[in-house]
């Protein structure tokens, strides 16, 4: 008897202690999952596409611990990369906490580093452009979507060598899973639906219609009612049931370069946070009524997110800035931004990533990976100063040495048209304009343009060399060259 009662007891103290901790769950776990404060044993992580490195955040402080190397900078990349990885983009990480998966386009990768020592413990190769991998719920695979092809790469989650694949419609862009683990939901960045996978048998047993081609992402609800996903190309997010027969439940306009979607539950209920790279803002949704309660302006092309282990952060890498955001959900206000690489993706947040020590192995300095210059372009004849908050053209030059990658974000075009990016004589966009790089807008009028050269010193007058100043413009594509520039560099 006296047993049964200190039982009783120490259940009812455990039970209490849940309350006081909150057990609100955060995706991509279940709403049963206790929340997990923040502290020093956490880490966020972005995969930075230009640099080829893997920044490491204590969270606990908002302070850059350094950069997992996986591969050089440009133009060491372009002979014969037999080893080293490219384009390091997409992110997932093991139920257990003690593995992340970077996925690298380029080098079509996927590098396994184990969180307490930074070492990378095991690459895979896989098909061609890769895009996202995760871990299923119980840790024994990990999917891999293979955006060049027509197929999930499936993985063990031990050996993490291929198990077999799942044949889906081409160009598969990101995979999550039902908090339940029965579900695998996977969106097309190339034909227009959304595959509902069964993870016990690698069978599909839904399909989602998409209103557009283009998905980068997804997340899936911890309550497991909702899947949210991204269409970067219409500007668009929609929801639809995650249990059978996955109905489609809503559809929001967000804006051009809508890119990453994800769920944070709160005191104050559960939200969806969504990049809106053309505008440099998050917008939060709740996920009862849909109805926008924030948009948050956090800074140039924001792409990844994913919350703090409570629920109580946000961290969003801003790709255009070399920087992480961290979001205070309850004020929904940025409290910290941190110099990270270049062209953060996707990011993730790993509570208790660290058990012991400091966790500051096989990491290095910032150094050339924080190097940058910020340029945006404004419409042509409207006169507006540099930095003008409502430029619709971003652009970041990411040093690589004696070059720089250009990105630009543009957006403020007619949909579907073709269009240059290029070098101009003259401030108003007259003269002779240069192409760097053809474009074509997508249905919102927006692009990511890249082109690659010794484009800082024209354009920002640093030229030792003696080279004419040039200015960046873009212009609509008029029989193969270049009309008359709309937009023009802001001076």
Known sequence: MKRKSAFTMAMSVAALAAIQLGWAG???????????????HDRVYAAEQFSNTVSVIDPADNKLLGLIRLGDPSPGNFSPLYKGQLLVHGMGYSPDHHTIAIVSIGSN?????????????????VGRSPHEAFFTPDGKEVWVTVRGENYVDVLDGKTYEEK???????????????????????CSSFNPETEVISVADHKIVGTVKQPSPFCPDLAATPDGKQVWFTLKDTGKVQVFDARPPFALIRTLDTGPITNHVNIVRNAKGMYAYVTVGGLNVIKVFRTDDFSEVATIPVGNLPHGLWPSGDGKRI????????????????TNTVIATVPIGQAPQAVTYVPNAVPEGDGTQNLEPLGLAGQTAHITLVPAGSGKPAGAADAPTTVALFDQGLVQVLQAAVTGLQPKQPYVLGLADNPDGSG?????????????????????????????????????????????QVSGKPGVPVQVQSL
């Open 26 to 40: 955060q995706a991509p776990g279940s709403l049963s999952d206790p929340d997990i404060p923040v502290s020093h």
């Open 109 to 125: 990768s996927v590098s396994f580093i184990d969180t307490q020592t930074n070492a990378v413990k095991h690459v895979t190769y």
């Open 164 to 186: 077999t694949r799942i044949t889906v419609p081409a160009g598969p862009g990101m995979q999550i899973f039902s908090s339940d683990g029965k579900y695998g939901y996977v």
């Open 315 to 330: 961290y969003v890498g801003l790709e255009n800035a070399d920087a992480m955001a961290a979001i205070d959900t309850l």
């Open 432 to 476: 002779n304009v240069q192409a760097l790089a053809n474009f074509m807008s997508n249905p919102a009028g927006a692009a990511i343009v890249n082109a690659l050269g010794q484009i800082r010193q024209l354009v920002t007058g640093a030229s030792t060399a003696g080279d004419k100043r040039r200015y960046l413009v873009i212009a609509p």
